[in-house]
């Protein structure tokens, strides 16, 4: 057997380690948060763009935007 079909015996043979899904909203964020910064940081552009989009998903909404209160405007 070459080094690489051992390799990959022992990895099935493991199976995978499913980590426990992140208790909160903010758990997934910062999980999506860190992997879109490791994707900039080696260059895998599509990646961090897919990684983008979930993030939006991901944020909280605001659902009654249209019944906010009206932002005041400053004055000097």
Same mark, same amino acid.
């Given at each position: 057997?070459?080094?690489?079909?051992?390799?990959?015996?022992?990895?099935?043979?493991?199976?995978?380690?499913?980590?426990?899904?992140?208790?909160? %909203?903010?758990?997934?964020?910062?999980? *999506?948060?860190?992997?879109?910064?490791?994707? &900039?940081?080696?260059? #895998?552009?599509? !990646?961090?763009?897919?990684? %983008?989009?979930?993030?939006?998903?991901? *944020?909280?909404?605001?659902?009654?935007?249209? &019944?906010?209160?009206? #932002?005041?405007? !400053?004055?000097?």
């Amino acid at each position: 057997m070459t080094a690489l079909s051992v390799k990959l015996s022992r990895a099935l043979s493991r199976g995978r380690n499913m980590p426990a899904p992140p208790q909160s %909203r903010a758990g997934l964020l910062a999980i *999506l948060l860190r992997k879109r910064a490791t994707a &900039h940081n080696i260059g #895998a552009d599509d !990646l961090e763009a897919l990684l %983008r989009d979930q993030i939006r998903w991901a *944020l909280p909404m605001q659902t009654d935007i249209e &019944h906010a209160p009206p #932002a005041r405007e !400053l004055t000097e």
